[in-house]
């Protein structure tokens, strides 16, 4: 029994756990097409609305140590090369893709949070592509105007694409033959699932 008084998610306050479910660090075990939606993935109160269906992608980001000095502009075409390249990666990986669904829920509150995050990278890449546009081709504005633009079209639109990983949400952490890791739960959502059985262990006499 855990300090809370419950044992596996057993509180009257919290929500029931998915059988087949274990847990591993901040890491849970599931299978394809888990559902995991009667409890909020962050405070594992009972989910309130409909189940949220999340397809995982397998991240392949070229990283780098920031570099400043006259290597900051070789860092930039970088950048460029890496974020294509993720692009990239991401359509290859789209049918496999499709087959790594886990469905989630939210409390009222955790809920809000998400939508906003999402609804709010929406919109700042509906406002920044019209502005990077202007800023590129448009003519007769007044003198300053088209760098302005650019600029904080840019900021937006660049914006809009990292505002929703700010959002509460599971991220594929590893594939097994027995499921996938994810990761991105809260603390009390994780405490809801025992620990990952460990193997037996084969004596040599």
């Known amino acids: 029994m855990s300090a809370s008084g419950s044992v596996h998610g057993s509180s009257p306050s919290l929500a029931a756990p998915v059988p087949g479910v274990y847990r591993r660090d901040r890491q849970l ?16 109160r009972p989910a309130s609305g409909g189940p949220i269906v999340r397809r995982l992608s397998v991240a392949r980001w070229l990283t780098r140590k920031p570099v400043g000095g006259g290597g900051g502009s070789i860092m930039f075409w970088w950048d460029l090369i890496a974020f294509i390249f993720s692009m990239v990666w991401f359509v290859v990986d789209y049918p496999t893709r499709r087959k790594r669904i886990v469905k989630i829920g939210f409390c009222d509150s955790h809920r809000g949070k998400y939508v906003g995050f999402r609804w709010g990278g929406l919109v700042a890449k509906v406002l920044g592509l019209p502005l990077v546009i202007v800023g590129l081709f448009a003519q007769h504005l007044p003198p300053g105007l088209e760098p302005a633009l650019f600029v904080v079209g840019m900021l937006l639109f660049m914006t809009g694409i990292f505002l929703p990983w700010a959002a509460p949400r599971v991220r594929l952490a590893s594939e097994t033959k027995d499921g996938m890791w994810v990761e991105g739960a809260g603390t009390p959502f994780l405490e809801l699932y025992p620990p990952m059985p460990t193997p037996p262990q084969t004596g040599h006499k």
């Open 29 to 44: 075990l599931v299978q394809r097409g888990a559902d995991l939606s009667r409890a909020c993935l962050v405070c594992a």
